[in-house]
Each structure stands twice: as structure tokens, then as C-alpha cells.
């Protein structure tokens, strides 16, 4: 990659007890420490299983509804801020989810050391934070650099769903990974919401106040990368 692309800042945010508790005791139990060697997802997962990664799961609830729908899939999920993590962790422990994992750490620096190459059979990208003014577009996550290293890190017919309720945003993030030749788009521009993917509260909300919700969902191609 180019550059790094710093597509978060970290606030001095508000966290709950809880969140601190289980950021103390549980991300010794589900997290994984970040560090600048590759890791081993089956040997993470003690089974063989499909990888799906999600890149900034905010407070946790879509990351926590998908792993406990669907145990036969391992999920890595990576946010940087604690009280999401907090929040997370506390499912993770109360649902027993034998199946998540967590990386509280940078995605970009995640994807560049830590990942093995065609490792993932799925990525989730959920509401990335859109970065609305011109002046921050370089903030945003869904660059070309970040998408092309991105699939690298995923097999063969593996898929990437990024949503979004922003439209400038969804139309930029069409763009870039129609422009990524590893990449195949499953719809016709964008898709309809999977059923894998629940609503969240906000969305929710948003839908009875006549807010759109963008889903791009695109395959990786049998291509080789380079």
C-alpha cells in the first residue's frame, strides 16, 4: 500500500463500567494480541471452518446476531475503540459464542501483518464512518489502495458486503471496487440486504424516517493476485 490509511480517530469516549471490566478480564480470553507476526486462523478457531472478517464493528450487536445465526463460520472482527470492544466482549461471554474473536487494533496495519494471503472467505464492512466533508474524503476506508490489498487476504469466491447509509459515499465505494480487477459485483450496482444482515436500531430508525441503506456486494475472482 502506498500509504497508510487512517480512516478512524480515536476519542476520548464515554465507557461503561462493563465496558472496562471486560476489556480488562475477557480480551485476555477472545482478543488477540496484535503483533507483527502472521497468525493462524484454524489454529485460533481450533477447527476448519469459514473465516469471515468484519472491519469496524462499532458497538458489536450486527457482529455478535451473525456469529450466534450462524456457527457453522468463524468471525474475526476489529475495532480500535474500547467501548465497543467492551460491549462485544460482554456478548461474546453471555451468548457463549465459541466462534468470534477479537482484534482491538488498527484494520490497515491488522491486514498488513497479521493476515495470511487468501485466508478469508468473507469480509463485512458495516457502516464505515463516511467522512462527509471534501477535505476528509482521504480519511475514508474504501480507497483503491486499501480494496486492492484487502483481496489479497481473500480466497477465491470470496465475498465482500460493504453497506452503507450514505449515498455520496455508497456511489464512491461502488466505484472503487468496480474499478478493483479481483472484484466481480454480485448485483446490478447494488444489491439487496442479505438475510444474513439484521437490521440495526439506528438503520431501523432511519428507514421509518425514509433513509436509504446502500448493499454492495462483491465477489473475488479466480484471478491470481500478483
Known sequence: MTHTIRSFVLRQGRISNAQRRACETLLPKYGIPFNSAQIELEAIFSRQAPKILEIGFGMGETTAAIA???PQNDYLGIEVHSPGVGSLLNQIESKKLTNLRIIQHDAVEVMQHMLPPESLDGVHIFF???W???KHYKRRLI???FIS???KHMKKNAYLHVATDWEAYAQHILEV???EPLLINKAIDYADRP???PLTKF???GIKLGHAVWDLIFLRNNVTSQ
Open 143 to 145: 480507497q483503491p489502495s
Open 132 to 134: 462527509p466533508k471534501a
Open 203 to 205: 438503520e431501523q430508525r
Open 149 to 151: 490489498h484487502l483481496c
Open 195 to 197: 438475510d444474513y444482515r
Open 128 to 130: 464505515p464512518d463516511p
Open 68 to 70: 450466534a445465526a450462524h
Open 177 to 179: 471496487l468496480t474499478n
